[in-house]
């Protein structure tokens, strides 16, 4: 019998084998697995490169590697992920928080801020999924009163957790629904965010298969050419809008035209912009409300 594995072994085997499974990032994840099952962070392994590790402690990361092997993310192994430095639970019934979101967060926040509120603005933040968007917001503007919607009860669940967590829960109100379609009518927001699902059928084929065969579809699939949830949106938004009010939204990267004119042929919006991510991509469309 062999001496047992050390941390250097398992990180170099696993990764090799990772990468032969196809991750585009299979170092990384081997270090985040293994991070996980030894209760050390990524610097840690490295100081402590020789530590063997024990049969259970073997056994649990064999377990998280076949999973990653099979392309489950990581994410979801783990449970939780990141989110403008907030901890989130995550599981499948969400999508993982993605960076570029953060630029959804941003332009709120600017608007929020640079608003002259008579009255508590009021934001919706609908399809909040983990709760990511309206967390950050809480956080970012505390005196903003937030109503969180999701058609998912399993992800209302986990946003309601996540709140809690973060301390912003009792500020946040949410809301089972699809879309508007159970919102109470005569409910009006000075502001609505969303990242709602915007692949077409062509690029839901080209997914990466972590992505396409495990996070959710109704929260990525935005029907034949990746716009129905904006039709929605120009449609019905308006009527849940104050005057003025703002409606700021994640779009997919070739998208800005066609939503840009959504909007403006609705006739109810002053103006729509398109804003681009830190790699110069089309991300959000911003519109206010005549």
Known sequence: MGAPPTITDLLAKSAAWLKEKGSTSPRLDAELL?????????????????QPLNLAELDIYREFIRRRGEGE??????????????ELRLNNTVLIPRPETEH???????????????????????????????????AGFPEAVIT???????ALELAQQNAA??????????????MFDDLDPMDTFDLIVSNPPYISRD??????????EYEPREALYGGEDGLDYYRVLAEQAPQFLKPRGGLIME????QGKAVTELLQATGKFRAAGVLQDYAGLERVVAAQRI
Do not use: K
Not at 148 to 154: E, L, N, T
Not at 165 to 178: K, M, Q, Y
Not at 203 to 212: G, N
């Open 73 to 86: 993310p990581v994410a979801y192994i783990l449970g939780r992920g990141f989110f403008r430095n907030h």
């Open 148 to 154: 969180a919607s999701d058609a998912s009860i399993g």
């Open 165 to 178: 967590t973060a301390g912003v829960a009792p500020r946040i109100s949410f809301v089972r629904s699809d």
């Open 251 to 254: 779009i997919g990267s070739t």
């Open 203 to 212: 690029e839901w084929a080209a997914l990466p298969r972590d992505v396409r």
């Open 34 to 50: 293994l991070a996980e099952v030894l209760g050390m962070n990524r610097v840690e392994l490295y100081v402590n490169f020789e």
């Open 104 to 138: 959804v967060v941003d332009a709120a926040l600017d608007f929020l801020m640079e608003g002259e509120w008579s009255a508590v603005p009021a934001v919706l933040d609908l399809g909040t999924g983990s709760g990511a968007i309206a967390i950050s917001l809480t």
